[in-house]
């Protein structure tokens, strides 16, 4: 089992940058992918980056690649999401969440352990 607690969010103005964590409880993180996913109000749940347990590999999505970093520090069960450049089109509440695919797991039904979400708004 595995207990995702996100941190990080905030308001930014445009152009500035937020470093999102998300810790993770439970000896098994380091063999789960973890990924990110974002909500804005009234849309779907979308992809945002993941790290794969083997190899690190990372994957990310179009519309943040060249402008988000994650990375993951398995000594401290933590993964991060480094935003740069952010857009007011970031603004939305992000989601970690862990994944036991070995693969590149993009959709939200791949995942089986949640956080409670993180507020990001990038004012224009």
């Known amino acids: 089992q595995v207990q995702l607690v996100e941190s990080g969010g905030g308001l930014v103005q445009a152009g500035g940058s937020l470093r999102l964590s998300c810790a993770a409880s439970?000896?098994?993180?380091?063999?789960?992918?973890m990924g990110w996913f974002r909500q804005a109000p009234g849309k779907e749940r979308d992809f945002v980056a993941l790290?794969?347990?083997?190899?690190?590999?990372?994957y990310y999505a179009d519309s943040v690649k060249g402008r988000f970093t994650i990375s993951r520090d398995n000594a401290k069960n933590t993964v991060y999401l480094q935003m740069n450049s952010l857009k007011p089109e970031d603004t939305a509440v992000y989601y970690c969440?862990?994944?036991?695919?070995?693969?590149?797991?993009?959709?939200?039904?791949?995942?089986?352990?949640w956080g409670q979400g993180t507020q990001v708004t990038v004012s224009s």
């Open positions: 969440a862990a994944s036991p695919s070995s693969w590149y797991p993009i959709r939200t039904n791949e995942y089986d352990h």
């Open positions: 439970g000896r098994t993180f380091r063999s789960y992918t």
């Open positions: 790290i794969r347990w083997y190899g690190n590999n990372t």
